[in-house]
């Protein structure tokens, strides 16, 4: 739940935009929700700084930013994931095609993600619900 204090137009438009492409895509649909959870960062106040490069390949993830240190497990990440995710910050629901990850990435990735907003959201608890689709959807 979001909650805000004021209206908050641009918050309501991008919900309801994302909503709508989502019902409206059929086809790339397989990123929808880790695209989705990056955009949300730009409305909840921490989203990352892309300054990603070969120089600056590990993202700190308490921090929001791209290093060329190397951090704990638990706070940062590497390639190929830290690429995902500058890519994912920087891509819109218009382009969608311009990030590829694989099945066996995207389940890491969308931990990583979930770990970000713990980060970041200090009310947000263990999030499991992923688990319980990945395991229905797999079974």
């Known amino acids: 739940m979001i909650k805000e204090e004021e209206p908050n137009p641009e ?3 991008f919900l309801f935009n994302a909503i709508q492409i989502l019902d409206n895509d059929t086809e790339n649909t397989s990123d929808f ?11 909840l106040g921490f989203h990352p700084k892309n300054n990603f490069s070969e120089k600056e390949p590990n993202f700190n993830l ?10 704990p497990e638990n706070i ?6 830290s690429k995902y995710f500058s890519d994912l910050s920087i891509t819109s629901f218009i382009n969608p095609d311009k990030v590829i990850i ?6 890491k990735l969308l931990e990583i993600i979930l770990r970000y907003y713990q980060l970041h959201i200090p009310v947000v608890m263990n999030i499991k619900s992923h688990l319980v689709l990945n395991t229905v959807l797999n079974s």
């Open 102 to 107: 694989g099945q066996n990435h995207r389940n």
């Open 33 to 43: 929700h880790l695209l989705f959870l990056m955009q949300l960062t730009k409305f």
């Open 76 to 81: 940062g990440i590497s390639l190929p994931f």
């Open 11 to 13: 918050l309501f438009a």
């Open 62 to 71: 308490e921090e929001g930013f791209f290093s060329s240190s190397s951090f």
